[in-house]
């Protein structure tokens, strides 16, 4: 052999050691990550979960049943539920990536997305929209809503663009109202029954009380008026989603299961949010979920449909709260819906 077939063979001999120690180096690490996985595998995952309702409103309880029956030990999943009033507020902490995954409404999700911030919605366990316009008995229809003391959350958001809808709808005139902010569902519901107003706007839950008082009643059940109207979503920021994909999975089975397990055992649902609500008198919580449970208001599939997307964002653009049409493409991921 000569020296040229020597080199060859020498160099093709050190090629293949060369390229048998990189497999076996990648082999390794393969081995090694796979191990470490395993180890991990064996804590719980991690997300972060934020409620916009403090403390939390019976609409919002299938999440803490889920955390309160096991369902996300189940899931292999450490939720940690923090708690904040504002939407706006529980909208930025998600857009800063304090929060995983977020309950608010989507008039500050819409709102932030055309601001361009890096949101998206990824369904909603209560697509229905659970407000009553309740007050004086004397107002028979929401029409007769013009002149009086109306309350709501705040000015400009969802309680009072859920009110002014349904007023157009009975051909009234919401400009002539004399609009009230006065703060949480609890705080209105207070204020309605101190005379301080004529009507306002509550969640399902506080209407048992409302007109238990013999001077009030329903005035219009919004979710009748506009059946297609979305007041409750779940967000997250883009990073969370490619990077908590499985968490984010992992916690819409577990609240999915946690909603038909309500409606199976709705007895103990209530115990549990009785529970949750130690200030709140029992027979009202106990009333609120025993009207969610029985009329099936949560969704256990997490899912919002593009004709309840396509309405809610057209009514906010014509309203003036966007100030251009945002595709369900675009705001919406359909990767968690069940």
């Known amino acids: 052999?000569?020296?040229?077939?020597?080199r060859r063979n020498g160099a093709g001999t050190s090629r293949r050691r060369l390229l048998q120690g990189a497999t076996a180096l990648a082999a390794g690490i393969s081995s090694f990550g796979i191990l470490k996985y395993a180890r991990a595998a064996d804590e719980p995952m991690k997300l972060k979960f934020l409620s916009t309702t403090s403390p939390p409103d019976p609409v919002a309880h299938p999440y803490y049943y889920a955390r309160e029956k096991g369902f996300f030990k189940e899931q292999k999943l450490d939720v940690a539920i923090s708690e904040i009033i504002s939407a706006t507020n529980a909208?930025?902490?998600?857009?800063?990536?304090?929060s995983d995954l977020t309950m608010t409404d989507p008039i500050s999700a819409l709102q932030a997305r055309q601001a361009s911030a890096p949101i998206r919605i990824t369904g909603s366990f209560s697509p229905v929209c659970d407000y009553f316009i309740v007050g004086r008995k004397d107002i028979q229809n929401p029409a007769q809503l013009q002149g009086r003391r109306?309350?709501?959350?705040?000015?400009?958001?969802?309680?009072?663009?859920?009110?002014r809808l349904t007023i157009e709808a009975a051909?009234?005139?919401?400009?002539?109202?004399?609009?009230?902010a006065t703060g949480s569902s609890a705080a209105r519901a207070q204020a309605l029954i101190a005379n301080t107003f004529d009507a306002t706007i509550v969640q399902g839950s506080f209407v048992s009380k409302i007109v238990s008082y013999p001077d009030f009643h329903i005035i219009a059940d919004?979710?009748?008026?506009?059946?297609?109207?979305l007041s409750i979503v779940e967000i997250s920021n883009e990073h969370a989603i490619q990077t908590k994909h499985a968490e984010i999975s992992a916690f819409v089975r577990a609240v999915s299961k946690a909603v038909l397990w309500a409606y199976d055992n709705p007895k103990e649902a209530a115990a549990v949010s009785v529970a949750l609500l130690p200030n709140s008198p029992k027979e009202e919580i106990t009333a609120a979920i025993d009207a969610y449970t029985k009329r099936k208001f949560w969704s256990a599939r997490d899912r919002i449909t593009r004709v309840a997307y396509d309405y809610t964002m057209t009514k906010l653009f014509e309203g003036g709260q966007l100030n251009r049409p945002i595709r369900y493409e675009d705001m919406v991921t359909d990767d968690f819906m069940l």
Do not use: C, H, Y
């Open 222 to 229: 919004v979710s009748k008026v506009l059946p297609n109207m």
């Open 150 to 163: 109306f309350s709501v959350a705040t000015i400009g958001g969802s309680t009072q663009i859920f009110s």
């Open 171 to 180: 051909r009234g005139d919401p400009s002539k109202v004399q609009w009230a």
């Open 91 to 98: 909208t930025r902490v998600t857009v800063t990536g304090e």
């Open 1 to 6: 052999m000569d020296l040229k077939s020597t």
